[in-house]
């Protein structure tokens, strides 16, 4: 299983939260690395004011910061718990030094800064297991799992607890490639054909679909190397 305690990682999210977009994607097809994914994904909430959010699979806690700005309390929770600590070190200081690699051995310096316009005081952040969230976990207005769903061991064990999380009338916005891995996800527990069609299967019965869209992410290894990935984001509200 990936590493996700390793300095390596927890730099490569940095960057893909707080970077700006030269960093995130330093060539001539830099239009890729202009699209914000991480701050798209929040977007797709409907536009109003609520009580309480949810941010799974949190990571360094960008989402969960900019979820500050139209909510009164922003719950993150990741399993890593250095993305944790970086968020938290975030929250706290308003930045965080990390590094970018270059090639081999060669780095260079940058520094995460918080988002404009975002309400750290409203955000508290926890490591943890999306598949194991606490009894109390009920009554959220907003639950946001970006890239989460395909990196859980049971994917519709979390589907089946997203109405239990949300109260009357709340949302939920799911972004995920659908990279199924066995270092991730057991092979039996793998949707069965298409899974945009299985997704909407699982979702339909208690849940309404607002909006669904396809978006781009890049992941940047170091100065010649990234990863290019293309997530299924869909809205959907808990019918009442």
């Given at each position: 299983m990936q590493d996700y305690e390793?300095?390596?990682l927890l730099n490569e999210y940095l960057l893909m939260h707080y970077g700006t977009s030269e960093e995130r994607m330093p060539w001539v097809i830099g239009g890729l690395g202009a699209l914000d994914f991480v701050s798209r994904t929040v977007e797709f909430f409907t536009a109003k004011r609520v009580r309480l959010s949810l941010d799974l699979g949190c990571a360094v806690g960008r989402s969960s910061f900019l979820l500050?700005?139209?909510s009164e309390k922003v719950i993150g929770i990741d399993f890593s718990q250095s993305f944790i600590d970086a968020a938290n070190t975030l929250k706290e200081r308003g930045s965080l030094a990390y590094q970018i690699q270059e090639e081999g051995d060669r780095y260079t310096e940058s520094e995460a800064l918080l988002p404009d316009g975002?309400?750290?005081e409203r955000v508290s952040f926890a490591q943890g297991?999306?598949?194991a969230l606490p009894e109390g976990f009920k009554g959220f207005d907003r639950v946001h799992a970006s890239n989460l769903l395909c990196r859980l061991p049971d994917p519709k064990a979390f589907l089946d607890r997203l109405p239990d999380l949300l109260g009357e009338g709340g949302e939920v916005v799911l972004a995920t490639p659908?990279?199924?891995l066995e270092q991730y996800t057991p092979r039996d527990k793998w949707p069965e054909g298409d899974s945009w069609e299985w997704l909407q299967e699982q979702m339909r019965e208690r849940f309404e679909l607002i909006h669904e869209t396809d978006e781009s992410f890049i992941i940047r290894e170091h100065g010649r190397k990234f990863q290019l990935g293309v997530s299924?984001?869909?809205?959907?509200r808990k019918r009442r």
């Open positions: 390793s300095d390596k500050s700005k139209t975002v309400k750290p297991d999306a598949l659908f990279s199924w299924k984001i869909s809205a959907w």
